[in-house]
């Protein structure tokens, strides 16, 4: 079989080299980046045998076709250059064939080789250049470029290839990333000197020895398998130490095919090597004639450990007269022009190994201080589209939720008692993340009666978006038979969305007619359930004569549905209730469950609004844990912060005096609350960003966003007691403390300006705001947005603020080198176009 692959590959290559050429003069003819339309008879017609091409057909040009015909067009000249034509065909409404009949038949392209067809790709996996780049060349590689999923597969194909080839193995998260792309094009034109082996499973690449598999990172590793000649000896692998990109690719392999030891015999400075060529250091390891064999093992085991960062060649002194070679034993000679060559003395081998990977590291790390500042808006610094992009290889279980169309929209949400859909769009991050934790949610509640889950995408459906009132994505809703939708519009992650779900499908508020239920609802009995998504019951008492306070309250229940349960109990008796827990009507009771008290409120407000905003305070905790997700509420009270920061749980005696201090004399004036760290990391960015060189822990801070933006430390050398630290509350009061920082009045915004989206619309389009995706346009771009945006007065944008290997058997070197008197012991962008190689 392996006979046979080999005439194979190099038949591929005079194939591609054919429609290179034939490429060339089509480019000559017209805009390279130009897509060519045609009828169906034309391109049918105009097919060649051996001739690949990739073609969509369409029809009617839906916004999610439009993006990706953008999409398309933007990778015509770089496919040219693989000699692959790339054509739209415009179909006739009357045409009924295969690829112009069905509907489904216009959501895909379609890779021909003359007229046979190799591949559909569905335009939902061509999202981009990078991706119909790489889905392309990895379906006409399909032969030459192995798919893998095991480490049995992959040693398999190593000792069929012993003595013979090498191996190139890759692993990338997904297919159709720039590092798919990247490995696919090398393959292109290494694919005859090596065979290319692909795998995205992690598991794999930590096999191996990837131990970052988890992380955001795609590999690459040179199996020597071809200077292996014993089926029993294992094949060396060495990794690339760089990113994945077509530019760095072909360095590696370069310096993969150069000899592992160069032998020389003049002077070092008129020695010139591949790795000096391409920017790596050259490490000379000198010998003489008496230890020549001993000093080409050495100079071996060295060339492995720096294979891909430098290269080593052998110095005879005895063929050079230099008088610096008798005194040294290492030399070194780097890329830069016109660098003196360093003549050393060492004691080791890993003296030189060190030597030449900390010139390297401060190398990198000089280039990456270089590059910071004008690199700035090429860094896509979010952290959302990261998690989405390296979870992009997960197969999600979208069984479990329905798809639906403008013509299944309307019929299924009168299915089931509660129909939730989400509401999103398919090539945006943020949509993209709820995604993943919808279809969690989805697990969570299989089986569960009454509830089913939904999507619409956005951008293939806009009218029903449209119709739905959604003007921002995504968006969750849920419908209820006979009553108006609810919209989530909490945190993006599923135990949120879970409790919403849950606590949405409990009617609010619960009517309750004797006092009885009144104690079992504030007992937990009913609903108990879904007592463990909320640790408040609220519940109103009100005389029947109070009419416009109980339905002032069934509203607010209305509004806070999904986040707390709410009571109503509106009866003769209620004075009874009054009476029981000394409040006057009318009023709210709260249940804390956890704690087993019941508090009682007045209703002094008796407008919806105000009954909300009562029961939210309320809700409130006294002394409570601050979070990511409960920060905004306790801002939202926009008083000094009392934080107590903690590397852990408080222990009882510093929670006793935090809960005085909330309790105490002057408490309203301030919020008394605490961070865990280990809880919230971030919380050691704000200790950071506080001051210059963060205090031991735990640390009492007073900070006031709201007003001056001053911090202020706790003494250190005294106790966290109430009476200490009202004591100096009273001085920060006088004005006889010294702030620790000051915090910047500035508004906190992302990091880049948001992509301008409206470009990407025409006016007939719905107008969604997308928000939390971050880009690279400037202020004037952002005006000329607005003053679109104030031109299509449907159109609403939200900016968001956010706070050794080891040496050969039989040929160890040892740990000195002893053929020496005296004794010794990023980062670039993707390429678009691939001229380089």
Not at 451 to 456: D, E, G, R, T
């Amino acid at each position: 079989m392996d006979e046979i692959m080999l005439p194979q590959v190099n038949g591929w290559v005079s194939c591609f080299s054919f429609l290179l050429l034939g490429t060339y003069s089509m480019a000559a003819a017209r805009n390279a980046n130009t897509l060519l339309e045609l009828s169906p008879q034309e391109y049918f017609s105009s097919l060649q045998p051996g001739r690949a091409s990739l073609v969509y057909f369409s029809r009617a040009v839906s916004p999610g076709v439009r993006l990706f015909l953008e999409q398309l067009e933007n990778s015509v000249g770089a496919l040219q250059d693989y000699g692959i034509s790339v054509v739209k065909v415009n179909c006739l409404k009357e045409d009924v064939s295969r690829y112009c009949g069905k509907e489904n038949a216009l959501m895909k392209a379609y890779l021909f080789r003359g007229n046979v067809l190799l591949r559909e790709f569905p335009t939902d996996a061509l999202f981009d250049v990078n991706a119909i780049v790489a889905n392309t060349l990895f379906a006409l590689l399909f032969n030459e470029v192995k798919y893998i999923t095991t480490l049995v597969e992959l040693q398999n194909l190593e000792n069929s290839l012993k003595g013979r080839s090498n191996v190139v193995f890759a692993y990338v998260p997904a297919i159709g990333t720039p590092e798919h792309r990247a490995v696919m094009e090398a393959a292109f034109v290494y694919g005859t000197a090596h065979q290319f082996v692909l795998t995205t499973e992690a598991a794999l690449a930590k096999d191996i020895g990837h131990e970052d598999s988890d992380a955001l990172s795609a590999r690459l590793f040179f199996c020597h398998c071809q200077r292996v000649p014993d089926l029993t000896q294992p094949c060396r692998r060495t990794p690339m130490g760089q990113s994945l990109t077509t530019l760095n690719i072909h360095t590696y392999l370069k310096l993969m095919a150069a000899p592992i030891v160069t032998e020389v015999a003049e002077d070092p400075e008129k020695v010139s090597t591949v790795h000096l060529q391409l920017g790596l250091p050259l490490v000379f390891i000198l010998s003489q004639k008496e230890t020549y064999e001993v000093d080409k093992r050495t100079a071996e085991f060295v060339a492995w450990q720096l294979l891909g960062k430098a290269g080593v060649a052998l110095l005879s002194r005895d063929s050079v007269e230099l008088n610096v070679l008798l005194r040294s034993n290492v030399a070194l000679k780097t890329a830069e022009e016109g660098a003196p060559i360093k003549y050393l003395v060492l004691e080791d081998t890993d003296e030189i190994i060190a030597l030449v990977e900390d010139k390297i590291k401060g190398e990198q790390i000089q280039e990456d201080e270089d590059e910071s500042d004008s690199n700035d808006q090429d860094i896509q610094d979010d952290q959302v589209m990261e998690a989405v992009y390296r979870d992009r290889k997960r197969e999600l279980p979208l069984e479990l939720i329905r798809t639906l169309t403008e013509e299944t929209f309307n019929a299924a949400l009168t299915e089931t008692a509660h129909m939730v859909v989400l509401f999103y769009a398919s090539w945006e991050a943020v949509s993209l993340a709820m995604l993943q934790s919808y279809v969690e949610v989805a697990i969570a509640l299989k089986g569960t009666q009454g509830i089913s889950l939904a999507k619409v995408n956005c951008w293939d459906w806009p009218d029903v978006c449209m119709k739905q009132n959604v003007t921002q994505f995504p968006i969750t809703k849920m419908y209820e038979k006979g009553a108006r939708s609810l919209t989530y519009a909490g945190m993006l992650g599923t135990a949120e969305l879970l409790r919403f779900l849950r606590l949405s499908s409990i009617s609010c508020p619960v009517k309750l007619t004797t006092i009885e239920e009144v104690d079992e609802y504030l007992s937990g009995e009913v609903h108990a359930d879904s007592l463990s998504y909320h640790s408040t019951s609220v519940l109103g008492i009100f005389h029947p004569s109070m009419k416009e306070a109980r339905e002032a309250f069934v509203e607010a229940g209305n509004v806070l549905r999904g986040y707390v349960t709410t009571g109503l109990y509106a009866e003769d008796d209620a004075l009874v209730l009054a009476h029981k827990y000394a409040v006057p009507l009318p009023a709210l009771l709260l249940a804390r469950h956890e704690d087993h008290r019941i508090d009682s409120v007045p209703l002094s407000k008796q407008s919806a609004p105000d009954i909300v905003q009562t029961i939210r305070s309320q809700l409130l905790e006294t002394f409570p844990e601050i979070t990511v997700e409960n920060l905004p509420d306790y801002l939202s009270l926009e008083k000094p912060l009392l934080v107590l920061f903690n590397d852990g749980g408080l222990n009882r005696s510093m929670r006793m005096e935090m809960l005085s201090l909330a309790n105490g004399k002057g408490h309203e004036a301030f919020l008394a609350c605490w961070m865990n760290l280990k809880n919230t990391p971030v919380g050691r960015g704000v200790l950071k960003a506080y001051f210059s060189t963060p205090p031991p822990l735990p640390l009492l801070a007073w900070v006031n966003l709201h007003s001056g933006g001053q911090v202020f430390a706790f003494p250190a050398d005294q106790p966290v007691t109430e009476t200490n630290v009202l004591s100096w509350l009273e001085k920060l009061k006088a004005g006889l403390e010294i702030p620790s920082a000051t915090l910047s009045d500035e508004a906190w915004k992302p990091p880049l300006p948001a992509y301008n989206f409206l470009r990407m619309m025409e006016a007939t389009l719905p107008k969604f705001t997308v928000h939390t995706v971050y880009s690279r346009g400037g202020t004037d771009e952002l005006q000329q947005a607005e003053e679109v945006s104030e031109e299509k007065s449907t159109v609403r944008e939200e900016q968001v603020e956010e706070p050794g290997l080891e040496a050969e058997e039989g040929q160890s070197p040892g740990r000195d080198l002893r053929g020496t008197v005296p004794r010794l012991a990023g980062r670039e962008k993707p390429p678009k176009r691939h001229t380089e190689l």
